[in-house]
Nanobody, 124 residues
Framework: QVQLVESGGGLVQAGGSLRLSCVASGRTFSSRAMAWFRQAPAKEREFVAAITWVYGTTVYADSVKGRFTISRDSAKNTVYLQMNSLKPEDTAVYYC?????????????????WGQGTQVTVSS
């Protein structure tokens, strides 16, 4: 089992920045990729960004490319999501997820473990 705990959400004005953190514990060595997803009210959960644990390869949704950066600190078993130039449409609950195996790193169904989520609200 892998436990994931997110933090760093909050209320920010449009154009501002936030950094989300996700600390993994438990059988963390089994994780091959970690990702951030988000879900806005009345919308489906959507992929935001992912990173492979060994090589640090990153993948982003087109809607956040150039504004968000995903990174990891292997020593701390932590994944970060630096969010800059935030827009009101970025408002959502952001979830951290971990996958032990994957074929499509963007697909939520590939992820075995999920955090409880952290709210990000961007005001206009």
């Amino acid at each position: 089992q892998v436990q994931l705990v997110e933090s760093g959400g909050g209320l920010v004005q449009a154009g501002g920045s936030l950094r989300l953190s996700c600390v993994a514990s438990g059988r963390t060595f089994s994780s091959r990729a970690m990702a951030w997803f988000r879900q806005a009210p009345a919308k489906e959960r959507e992929f935001v960004a992912a990173i492979t644990w060994v090589y640090g390869t990153t993948v982003y949704a087109d809607s956040v490319k150039g504004r968000f950066t995903i990174s990891r600190d292997s020593a701390k078993n932590t994944v970060y999501l630096q969010m800059n130039s935030l827009k009101p449409e970025d408002t959502a609950v952001y979830y951290c997820a971990a996958a032990t195996l994957y074929s499509d790193i963007r697909a939520s169904g590939q992820y075995d473990y999920w955090g409880q989520g952290t709210q990000v609200t961007v005001s206009s």
